[in-house]
Each structure stands twice: as C-alpha cells, then as structure tokens.
C-alpha cells in the first residue's frame, strides 16, 4: 500500500487560509469516506482535526476544515495563527483493511 | 480524561523480540478498537496495526505482517504488541492510539499516547 501523496510544504501570513492536499487511489480516498487528519508539533504526539473527511472532534476550532473530490482530500485552515505551525497527516482507511498515512506537510506559519 | 500509556520500547539486536504495552484509563477500554502506529526518526507516521475493540479482528501493514502481532486484555485495560524477528527498519517511536467510534474500527484515532522508542541496532 503506497502512502498517499501531499505536498511537503506550505506556507501562509498570519489570517490567511491555506489548504493541503491528500491524493489516494480508488483503493483508499476515492471509495471510502474515512479520510482523516492529524496535527503533530515537534516532539509531540500527533492530534485528530478531522475525521470522516470533514468532521471536527470536539475543541478543534471551526477554522479547520476537511472536504474530498474523487481520489482527493484537502484539509484548509482559516485565518491562520502562528500555533497552526505544525506536521500535517492525512489518512484513509483501504480495500485492504488497513490505513494508509500520507507523507505529510509541514505548514510554516510566516 | 481519555489516556493511553506506552511502555517496553528499548534497544534490541536485529533479529531479536521485543513487545510493548499500552495501559488505557478514562474510558471504556473494551468497547473500542486500538492501533499501533509508528514514527521513524525524522520521517512520517506508519501505520501498524490495529484490533477491534474484542480481539476478535486483527489486521496489520504488509511491512509487519508475520512479524508482529497485535493483542489486548480488557480485564487489564492493555493493549500489546508482539515484536519478532526484528530489523533496523522498525527503528521508530511507537504510538498506541485510540479509534474513536464505539466498536467501530478504522474511523479515526482520537486518543493518543506519547509513544515508547524501539531501537534496533547491532
């Protein structure tokens, strides 16, 4: 199962919206809406923001949100804060019974 | 409060064993599907493995498959993962996390321990 792909890096000025990709295949993204993604600070375990392409657990804020078109999730944040600056993981479960992780994005908050 | 603690990680020789611990407290352990998932130094997060919330289903990565093995005992509140055969690619943090929905699996890891480093080196 190969990872999904996202880009390495993004970057964005306090407030504004930025957005990540996650790019499965018709074995993972493209037929299941278990798509999910985590925050990870440096040294720290990683965090649940979004599960089910587009839900937010609760006491993550509204800023976040996840949305998915054919083999493709995105996570966007909203109004940027410099304590977004983190890993970002998507994950989707698969035809094979297993999950997936992308390679991650580091957001760099300018 | 919703905790997971990993413990056992440790350097071992290549081709040795190893197995881990997750103690759970501040929910219903029994009820919920646990995985294992695991960071290799300076790379991304790899899933591992995962068992639902009764042990009656296990299913694991290709790259630990034969090797590992996944187990819990709810009367103990403790998930375990059984490491054979080991080799330097298995070098990593090792992260125990919870899946959130009641006696689903796969829907997302809501609950997550502060991990427990393997180290396998000659």
């Known amino acids: 199962q190969s990872a999904l792909t996202q880009p390495a890096s993004v970057s964005g000025s306090p407030g504004q919206s930025i957005t990540i990709s996650c790019t499965g295949t018709s074995s993972d993204v493209g037929v299941y809406n278990y798509v999910s993604w985590y925050q990870q600070h440096p040294g720290k375990a990683p965090k649940l923001m979004i599960f089910?392409?587009?839900n937010r657990p609760s006491g993550v804020p509204a800023r976040f949100s996840g949305s998915k078109s054919g083999n493709t999730a995105s996570l966007t944040i909203s109004g940027l804060q410099a304590e977004d600056e983190a890993a970002y993981y998507c994950s989707s479960y698969t035809t094979g019974s297993t999950v997936v992780f992308g390679g991650g994005t580091i957001l760099t908050v300018l | 409060q919703e905790q997971v603690v990993e413990s056992g990680g440790g350097v071992v020789h290549p081709g040795r064993s190893l197995r881990l611990s997750c103690a759970a407290s501040?929910?219903?352990?029994?009820?919920?599907?646990m995985h294992w998932v695991r960071q290799a130094p300076g790379k991304g997060l790899e899933w591992v493995a995962v068992i639902s919330y009764d042990g009656n289903n296990k299913y694991y990565a290709d790259s630990v498959k034969g090797r590992f093995t996944i187990s819990r005992d709810n009367s103990k509140n403790t998930l375990y993962l059984q490491m054979n055969s080991l080799r330097a690619e298995d070098t990593a943090v090792y992260y125990c996390?919870?899946?959130?929905?009641?006696?689903?699996?796969?829907?997302?890891?809501?609950?997550w321990g502060q991990g427990t480093t393997v180290t396998v080196s000659s």
């Open positions: 089910e392409v587009s």
């Open positions: 996390a919870k899946d959130w929905k009641w006696e689903q699996l796969f829907y997302g890891m809501n609950v």
């Open positions: 501040g929910f219903i352990f029994s009820s919920y599907g």
